[in-house]
Antibody
């Protein structure tokens, strides 16, 4: 069945960039949008953006516009989310999640990004 | 942005009883052209990603027990879990996918008494 496996934890300094990967398997990669969502402790889930792996087009939340870039490698069935100009508030757990018929499913296991000087 | 508000923030329900969680959207998430409400429910347990339970407000995801049901339309929705089991202890989120940014409720923590 469909499965998403994300890259491991990252520690970055303020102002740096981070690139998180999400490898898909068990389904036709180009047939489903892929979303990125983050979850800070005690905060609600926050949608970051999506990519259409087939066409490569993207849509981002205004909250991240200009700082986030989502790309894909169709040969590797992998989607990437790069966040730049990192600040302490970006310290949180990042998830990729595939678009379902409705809602998001499945989800990756999550990647912890820590921003610290 | 569409704001999703859940109630209550937490609840404790006895084993075998029924739990109901409510979710209200700041604007209608019903699309008349296909007669669908763009509302999903998720369950999240500690250390795990969210798991999709319900989509289109009332369609159960494959593999989800029929104890879980969703209802509502327009701006008011509910998730009902009947015959509560110990493994149902979790945080539950609603989400609208009607328009970007796709927003989530603040979560409802369900404790089993």
């Amino acid at each position: 069945q469909a499965q998403l496996v994300q890259s491991g934890s990252e520690v970055k300094k303020p102002g740096a960039s981070v690139k998180v990967s999400c490898k898909a398997s068990g389904y036709i990669f180009t047939n489903y949008l892929m979303h990125w969502v983050r979850q800070a402790p005690g905060q609600r889930l926050e949608w970051i953006g999506w990519i259409n792996p087939g066409k490569g087009d993207t849509k981002y939340s205004q909250n991240f516009q200009g700082r986030v870039t989502i790309t894909r490698d169709t040969a590797a069935n992998t989607v990437y989310m790069e966040l730049s100009s990192l600040r302490s508030e970006d310290t949180t757990l990042y998830y990729c999640a595939r678009a379902n018929e409705g809602g998001f499913a499945p989800w990756g296991q999550g990647t912890q990004v820590t921003v610290s000087s | 942005d569409i704001v999703m508000t859940q109630s209550p923030d937490s609840l404790a329900v006895s084993l075998g009883e029924r739990a109901t969680i409510n979710c209200k959207s700041s604007q209608s998430i019903f699309y008349s052209s296909n007669n669908k409400n763009y509302l999903a429910w998720y369950q999240q347990k500690p250390g795990q990603p969210p798991k999709l339970l319900i989509y289109w407000a009332s369609a159960r995801e494959s593999g989800v027990p029929d104890r879980f049901s969703g209802s509502g339309s327009g701006t008011d929705f509910s998730l009902t879990i009947r015959s509560l089991q110990a493994e149902d202890a979790a945080v539950y989120y609603c989400q609208q996918y009607y328009s970007a940014p796709y927003t989530f409720g603040q979560g409802t923590r369900l404790e089993i008494k």
